[in-house]
């Protein structure tokens, strides 16, 4: 059964400082791997996606990257702003039987608190 | 970019009494729509997959009799909490995907339920 864990469950940061959101995995059959960003009382919003066969993804000021082979990624903010306070959840889609599985499977998510 | 729009955003309901929550994908089609449901500081977990034009696909656990769930355009999904009591409170979250297997989901605002 496969299990996502993030760590660490919250992290305050001052403002400007580069900071690491980790994720793990316990099954390497994955289709992909999805960072999101949660809003208090909001619905989720996809901040970037990495293929199977991808290393890393970057948007802007962040960087994701996935180690498959270990179960593990790693979100990486650079020059953290008071407006990325939110929760930081990874989501993984597993891979059965060639293709993608319509489940994905959350980890319990990182709550960043960027202080000004 | 694509979006989804969930509605109500918020709703209190008397125990005993049903609530009716739409989740409409506004520029895309979606084939497959899926529902979440999320208890505070806990992750996402995956209720059931909402297929258009036929019956969804619930998870292990989730009673289909009291979530009904109906898909009946490429645009629609809705939920259906019948009979609703108040441990069924909790934020329940919709999603969907574009058109292909490595399209990100994209996801609703929420619904926060509270049967009092």
């Known amino acids: 059964k496969q299990e996502v864990t993030q760590i660490p469950a919250a992290l305050s940061v001052p403002e400007g400082e580069n900071l690491v959101l980790n994720c793990s995995f316990t099954?390497?059959?994955?289709?992909?791997l999805q960072w999101f960003r949660q809003d208090p009382g909001k619905g989720l919003t996809s901040l970037l996606l990495?293929?199977?066969?991808?290393r890393e993804q970057t948007s802007g000021r962040l960087n994701a990257s996935l180690d498959k082979s270990s179960g593990r990624s790693t979100l990486y903010i650079a020059a953290s702003q008071p407006g990325d306070s939110a929760t930081y959840l990874c989501?993984?889609?597993?891979?059965?039987?060639?293709?993608?599985?319509?489940?994905?499977?959350f980890g319990t998510g990182t709550l960043l608190a960027v202080q000004p | 970019g694509a979006v989804v729009s969930q509605h109500p955003s918020w709703v209190i309901c008397k125990s005993g009494t049903s609530v009716k929550i739409e989740c409409r994908s506004l520029d895309f089609q979606a084939t497959t729509m899926f529902w979440y449901r999320q208890f505070p500081k806990q992750s996402l977990m995956l209720m059931a997959t909402?297929?258009?034009?036929?019956?969804?696909?619930?998870e292990q656990g989730v009673e289909k009799d009291k979530f009904l769930i109906n898909h009946a355009s490429l645009t629609l999904s809705t939920l259906t909490v019948t009979s609703a009591h108040p441990e069924d409170s909790s934020f329940y979250i919709c999603s969907a995907r574009e058109a292909g297997e490595n399209s990100p989901l994209h996801f609703g605002n929420g619904t926060r339920l509270t049967v009092t």
């Open positions: 989501a993984v889609t597993e891979r059965r039987y060639g293709g993608a599985t319509n489940k994905l499977i």
């Open positions: 099954d390497s059959a994955i289709y992909n």
């Open positions: 990495i293929q199977s066969s991808q």
């Open positions: 909402s297929n258009e034009g036929s019956k969804a696909t619930y």
